[in-house]
C-alpha cells in the first residue's frame, strides 16, 4: 500500500504521505508501543528508499494523542524520513488541548490540518476556521513565529464525513460559508489583509 500510494503521490509531485500509528488492538501499552515502533521504522524506510516522508498526525494510534508520545516515536525510529502532521482540531475530538501539544512538537512539525470546531454533549462538532475551541490564531500564530513555512492545508468537515457516514442538509450553503473564510485564515497566516477582489 505504502509503495503504491507513494507512486501515486509522485504522479502529483507529492512528496509526503499522512500515517497513523496504529490502534492497539487489546494490546497493552508496552506491546502496543513495540508493535508501532517496528511498524513505522520498517515503513518509514521504505519511504525513505522511495524518496517519500511519512507524516504521524496527532490523531488516532499511539502516538496520536500524546505529545511526548510523538517525540518518543520520532526518537525511537530515529529517520528524517519521518515527521509529524499537526490538526488543529484533532485535540477537541481525541480530548487534549492544541496548543500545549503544538508547543511540545514543533521543531518536528511538518505539515498543518487547519480544522476547528467545539465539544458539544462529549463529542466534536467541526465549523468555520476561527469560530471555534481550538484557539486556532494562536496556534498558526506560534507556528509561524517559529519560521514554519510548509504548507496549511484546509480540513473543513463541514458538509460531508464520509468516514462516520455523515452528510450535511445543506451542503453548498457550508461549503461557501467556509470559503468565505479562506480569505481571512490567509490574512492571519500571512499578517496581511488583502482586499477581496
Given at each position: 500500500?505504502?509503495?503504491?500510494?507513494?507512486?501515486?503521490?509522485?504522479?502529483?509531485?507529492?512528496?509526503?504521505?499522512?500515517?497513523?500509528?496504529?490502534?492497539?488492538?487489546?494490546?497493552?501499552?508496552?506491546?502496543?508501543?513495540?508493535?508501532?515502533?517496528?511498524?513505522?521504522?520498517?515503513?518509514?524506510?521504505?519511504?525513505?528508499?522511495?524518496?517519500?516522508?511519512?507524516?504521524?498526525?496527532?490523531?488516532?494510534?499511539?502516538?496520536?494523542?500524546?505529545?511526548?508520545?510523538?517525540?518518543?516515536?520520532?526518537?525511537?525510529?530515529?529517520?528524517?524520513?519521518?515527521?509529524?502532521?499537526?490538526?488543529?482540531?484533532?485535540?477537541?475530538?481525541?480530548?487534549?488541548?492544541?496548543?500545549?501539544?503544538?508547543?511540545?512538537?514543533?521543531?518536528?512539525?511538518?505539515?498543518?490540518?487547519?480544522?476547528?470546531?467545539?465539544?458539544?454533549?462529549?463529542?466534536?462538532?467541526?465549523?468555520?476556521?476561527?469560530?471555534?475551541?481550538?484557539?486556532?490564531?494562536?496556534?498558526?500564530?506560534?507556528?509561524?513565529?517559529?519560521?514554519?513555512?510548509?504548507?496549511?492545508s484546509l480540513e473543513p468537515h463541514v458538509a460531508l464525513f464520509p468516514h462516520?457516514?455523515?452528510?450535511?442538509?445543506?451542503?453548498?450553503?457550508?461549503?461557501?460559508a467556509y470559503a468565505d473564510c479562506v480569505q481571512a485564515f490567509r490574512d492571519?497566516?500571512?499578517?496581511?489583509?488583502?482586499?477581496?477582489?
Amino acid at each position: 500500500m505504502l509503495r503504491a500510494s507513494a507512486r501515486a503521490a509522485g504522479e502529483v509531485g507529492c512528496s509526503r504521505l499522512r500515517v497513523m500509528s496504529y490502534p492497539s488492538d487489546g494490546r497493552p501499552e508496552p506491546a502496543w508501543r513495540a508493535a508501532v515502533v517496528e511498524r513505522m521504522t520498517a515503513l518509514t524506510a521504505v519511504a525513505e528508499q522511495l524518496g517519500m516522508t511519512l507524516l504521524v498526525e496527532n490523531c488516532a494510534g499511539w502516538a496520536g494523542a500524546d505529545p511526548q508520545r510523538a517525540l518518543d516515536l520520532l526518537a525511537d525510529v530515529g529517520n528524517p524520513a519521518l515527521r509529524l502532521l499537526f490538526d488543529t482540531g484533532n485535540g477537541l475530538e481525541h480530548g487534549y488541548a492544541a496548543l500545549p501539544f503544538l508547543e511540545a512538537v514543533l521543531p518536528h512539525v511538518d505539515h498543518v490540518h487547519v480544522k476547528d470546531g467545539h465539544r458539544v454533549r462529549g463529542r466534536a462538532v467541526f465549523g468555520l476556521p476561527g469560530a471555534g475551541q481550538a484557539r486556532l490564531a494562536e496556534c498558526v500564530g506560534l507556528l509561524v513565529g517559529a519560521g514554519y513555512t510548509g504548507w496549511f492545508s484546509l480540513e473543513p468537515h463541514v458538509a460531508l464525513f464520509p468516514h462516520l457516514g455523515l452528510a450535511e442538509a445543506d451542503p453548498a450553503r457550508r461549503v461557501q460559508a467556509y470559503a468565505d473564510c479562506v480569505q481571512a485564515f490567509r490574512d492571519l497566516v500571512t499578517g496581511v489583509p488583502v482586499a477581496a477582489g
